[in-house]
């Protein structure tokens, strides 16, 4: 069965280090997403990507966030210099359509700022 | 205005007893109710979902019920099993784009 997938499965970085998370959406899909979950908290929006475009973004997602995707199958999310409240479980998922389609998640990517 | 609040936060119930978790919503514009079931260590997965033109959707052991008119929307889950052990989040949107989360539910299938 297709699946998303995400690495690393947990990243540590220092405060004011750029990571990059990756991800490999299904192969098919067109909508892709970032979500994150901090510890003991609701998940919450990130970002929506189409058309090589960010669609929408949240309150969250300010100029030290960036989705990209390379290659045509990855889709990565950068944060430039990360904050002590990045640390969270970071979620991609990918949807066939964006509308009323089941959106697939990947096992999520948890980032530790130190 | 965007949010969607959850209840309970956990939740044990004996095998073959009904779990029920609720949530509520204040934004009329969503139009789209799924719920996610996580596994540790997993993503969340999509359980079952419904549109407010509805008032009941029913898939196997699971059935969410939909009150439009009070904005609340819950999950019952019947003769749970200790599969069925999990982190449940109700969700919301509009025109099918992003999510809003509920906070979780954590249910304990006790044998």
């Known amino acids: 069965e297709p699946e998303v997938t995400q690495t690393p499965s947990h990243q540590v970085t220092q405060m004011g280090q750029e990571v990059i998370l990756r991800c490999v959406p299904i192969?098919?899909?067109?909508?892709f997403y970032w979500y994150r979950q901090i510890l003991g908290q609701k998940v919450e929006f990130l970002v929506s990507?189409?058309?090589?475009?960010?669609?929408?973004k949240s309150e969250i997602f300010d100029d030290q966030f960036s989705v990209e995707r390379p290659d045509g199958s990855n889709f990565t999310l950068k944060i430039r210099s990360t904050k002590l409240e990045d640390s969270a479980m970071y979620f991609c998922?990918?949807?066939?359509?964006?509308?009323?389609?089941?959106?697939?998640f990947g096992p999520g990517t948890r980032l530790t700022v130190l | 205005q965007q949010q969607v609040k959850q209840s309970p936060q956990s939740l044990i119930v004996q095998k073959g007893g009904i779990s029920i978790i609720n949530c509520a919503y204040e934004?009329?514009?969503?139009?789209?109710f799924p719920w996610y079931q996580q596994f540790p260590g997993k993503g969340p997965a999509l359980l079952i979902a419904?549109?407010?033109?509805?008032s009941e959707k029913k898939e196997g052991r699971f059935t969410i019920s939909f009150n439009k008119s009070a904005k609340q929307f819950s999950l019952h889950i019947m003769d749970s099993q200790p599969g069925d052990s999990a982190t449940y989040f109700c969700?919301?949107?509009?025109?099918?784009?992003?999510?809003?989360f509920g906070g979780g539910t954590r249910v304990l299938v006790k044998p």
């Open positions: 998922a990918s949807s066939a359509a964006g509308f009323y389609n089941e959106q697939f």
């Open positions: 192969s098919n899909h067109l909508y």
């Open positions: 990507f189409y058309n090589n475009e960010i669609s929408e």
């Open positions: 934004n009329t514009a969503f139009d789209y």
């Open positions: 419904i549109r407010p033109d509805v």
């Open positions: 969700a919301a949107t509009s025109a099918g784009n992003k999510l809003t």
